[in-house]
Structure formats: C-alpha cells, structure tokens
C-alpha cells in the first residue's frame, strides 16, 4: 500500500516518481531476500532515472476525433483529421513507446524504444523480481481510449490458445501471451459485458422472438427450464449451443430477423417505451446494419461506469467497449478475437468455443484509497494494477519507492516534480508521460489553477507479497 504521508520522506530519493506501494512494511507485508535487496547496475548500465515518454497513437476508426478525443488533446493531435481512438504506453512492439527527445531517445530514426532501454539493464531498470518473471520485459501496456463508435464483440486468449493461435497465425495473432485487461473510466462509460443470468436470458427467448428464431428449439426449451440455481456444466453447454447457432447465422437469415425485429418495435413504439437493452441494439444496427453482433447484444450484460468506477476483464471473456473515455492496462498483448460489430476479420468459431459462458454481471471496482488523493485499483492478474491520483491546486503528495517499474500519465492539469538527481522542479503537464524505474521516490505539487489528475500503472502489488 502506498504510504500515508503527504510530506517528504527523510529517506534518500531516487530519481523517479514512485507512484504506488508505499511503506509496505507498515502493512506486514515482507519480500524475500532475492526480492528485496538492491539490483547491482550492470556495467555501463543506463542511469536509474525517471524518463520521458513518447507514446504512440492508434488512428483506429472507431475514435473521437480533434478536441472531442481525449487521446487527440493528450497526444497533441487535435488538428490531426484522422480518429485517435488509443494512446499506447509500454513496450508492446505494435506500437512502442520511445524515449523523448531530452531524456536521450534522440529524433526520427535515431529514436531509442524503451523496450531498448530496459533491454540494456532489465534487473536495474525493472526489478530483479520483475525481470526475471517477465523475461526482461514490461509485463503490462497502459492505454488511454477516446471511444466514439462501438467495437467489435470480442474476447481475449488465455496463455495456453494464446501460444496455439499465434503459432497457428502469426499475421492475425501477433504475440502468443494472454491479455487480461481492466479499464477506468475517465468519462461515463458505456459496455457489454459477460452473458446474463439464465433468467434474463428466458426474458430475451420469451420477448424475443428473433432471437428465438435463430436458436433451435431444442436449446431454448432447455434454457428455458433450466434453474437459476442450477448453474454448472448443464447450462453453460446449453447456452454455448444457443450462442453458437446464433452467431453461426447465415448473412442472409440476421438480415431477416433485424428487419423482422425494427418493424416489430416500430410498431410498439406507439404504445410502449423502448427499454434499454432495445434502445442500445437499435443503436447499434445503424451503425453495424445486418450484422449478428446487434442481436447477439442481447446476450450481455449492458455496463454504465461513471467516472472514477472501474471493470476487469478475464481471458475468455466476451465484451464490447461501446462509448465514453477510459484509461486501460492489461498484460503486454495485442491479441483480439472478433466475432461482430466489426468490418475487421471474425473468427467465431474460435470465440464461440473459448469462452467461458459464466453468467453473471461484472465486478465493478471503485478502488480502495492508499493515502490522500490517491486511489488504487487492484485486478487478479499479477501484471498490473493502477492508480488514480486528484491533487487538488496547491497539495502534494510523496510517491513512495515500490519494487517494481511503473508508467504514469498526467492527465489534466499542471504540477512539479521534485526527485533527487533533478535540477530544479520537473514540470508535470497534460499529456506527459514517465517510466519510473523501481525504488524511486518523489514528491508531486499540484501547482496548476484547477486539480492535477494521473494515473499511475505499475506491477501488481500482490506480486511482491
């Protein structure tokens, strides 16, 4: 956990930003010996130091674009007519981060990644623990999310069909790792998550009947009876057969039941109030007309985060990011598998026969408080935790050392950096992003006329216990 205090530390300051686990001792927390002592520099090893940042914008089409993109304005792009829909921040070779210009990362073809630079000294500039788990690399890729449009129905591999599908297509599925995610919304939020409960389910197969037209009758008259505390194998293959059949739909028999199913609630328009559930899946058929992933959205769960609230995704399942801004990590993956609301390739067999079939709603975290100002949110994936910090003008607060390396974005707003090794205060803006190696230490000051707001990823801090 990270340390209480807002004052600064008397112990000696590295040159970084230590922005998550703070006094760990006071908790009872213990590392083990290997874990715990000091990395020695490797010879002519690059100098433990908090580094500038450039990260790397994705123009995917499902973006805001100009001031309306919370990726644009941080990145810089906002006179760019292009979509900026992610902000990447990590190693992750799709789209790596590089050292900026004054931190020694050079310009243009001269520019050092930082999967570079941690590659010079990995048990120095991560932690001996941290490099040896992770084969030397940054486990986790941060993410700011402008999401204008929805994506695409999708899951992400566990490690064992991550390996099997990368050696199987390397062009589609670029890296052979898992790539469990959770994201923070920074604006309203809006997501389908998981599959209903069975008796949701029974309300969609009853009130539905397009959607009942395309699941045989077999596997909905046994959904249909099925208990709610039955649960188990039983009706997990029972739904996995609806789903599959739905999803497997020929282009020609979707079309029909979207059509079938917009003059059915155009008609009961005139005397009823379209729910939720209705509103969205009309929503999406104007943007995705005829696709499957409209009518397999009654399947989900539909997610409102407010800002501040957060979502953890596991391997296997299903989900689909629909509008709002959000900062995300997840572990160093680009793996997707796509089954609709999507002009890209789908691989449903695959999805289909991944997934979970867990039905439930989604966790949703609010993050505990560490100290003040600072919120911390804590997924079940070793890879990576974030933290959320709201300085208000004129406050500080000291970042205590943690054993592993962290990456952190100012997202609104103006401070100082005050670390030892500095010359003077390092400013601290909007759209500035650092790497901070392990057992560094500093204080920030929220000097700007409004809040200071970033966010902070680091390795998970049950890693260390």
Not at 131 to 142: H, I, N, S
Request: charged letters at 25%; glycine letters at 10%.
């Amino acid at each position: 956990m990270a340390s209480s205090s807002t004052a600064p530390s008397s112990a000696p300051m590295g040159l970084g930003l230590g922005l998550g686990l703070g006094a760990m001792g006071g908790l009872g927390l213990r590392l083990p010996a290997d874990r715990d002592r000091e990395p020695e520099l490797e010879p002519c090893s690059p100098p433990r130091a908090v580094l500038r940042l450039r990260g790397a914008v994705q123009h995917y089409e499902w973006g805001g674009r100009g001031d309306a993109s919370l990726v644009a304005r941080l990145a810089g792009e906002t006179a760019d007519g292009r979509p900026c829909a992610e902000l990447w921040m990590g190693t992750h070779p799709a789209a790596p981060s590089s050292l900026a210009s004054d931190d020694g990362g050079g310009a243009g073809d001269d520019e050092v990644s930082l999967r570079e630079w941690l590659a010079r000294s990995p048990a120095a500039l991560l932690g001996r623990a941290v490099a040896a788990r992770w084969g030397g690399d940054l486990p986790f890729l941060f993410k700011v999310l402008s999401v204008a449009q929805p994506l695409s129905i999708q899951a992400h591999p566990d490690r064992d069909l991550a390996r099997a599908l990368h050696a199987l297509r390397p062009a589609t599925y670029r890296d052979a790792n898992h790539k469990p995610e959770m994201a923070v919304a920074v604006t309203e939020f809006r997501a389908l998550c998981g599959f209903v409960t069975i008796q949701e389910l029974k309300d969609v197969l009853r009130t539905i009947p397009e959607v009942r037209m395309l699941v045989s009758k077999e596997d909905a008259a046994k959904l249909m009876t099925a208990k709610e505390h039955d649960g188990g194998i039983g009706v997990r293959s029972y739904l996995q057969s609806a789903f599959t059949k739905l999803m497997a739909t020929s282009k020609e028999g979707v079309s029909e039941a979207i059509s079938k199913l917009k003059s059915r609630l155009d008609g009961e328009s005139k005397t009823r109030s379209f729910t939720e559930k209705e509103q969205l899946i009309l929503s999406l058929e104007q943007k995705y007309p005829g696709d499957v992933g409209v009518l397999s959205a009654f399947f989900f769960n539909y997610v409102k985060l407010s800002p501040g609230e957060a979502l953890y995704i596991g391997a296997n399942e299903p989900h689909a990011y629909l509008s709002g801004e959000c900062v995300e990590c997840m572990a160093t993956s680009d793996n997707v598998i796509r089954a609709g609301l999507t002009p890209k390739y789908k691989d449903v067999q695959t999805l289909c026969s991944m997934l979970t079939y867990k039905q439930m709603f989604p966790e949703i975290l609010r993050g505990v408080s560490v100290q003040p100002y600072v919120t911390r949110y804590t997924p079940p994936f070793d890879e990576f935790e974030v933290d959320r910090y709201l300085l208000p003008q004129g406050e500080s607060v000291t970042m205590s050392p943690v054993p592993g390396p962290s990456i952190f974005l100012v997202m609104t707003g103006e401070g100082e950096i005050q670390a030892d090794g500095m010359s003077g205060e390092g400013k601290a803006k909007e759209g500035d992003v650092f790497f901070v190696p392990p057992r560094t230490e500093v204080k920030l000051h929220a000097s700007g006329p409004g809040r200071l707001q970033l966010y902070r990823a680091g390795v998970n801090s049950r890693f260390f216990c």
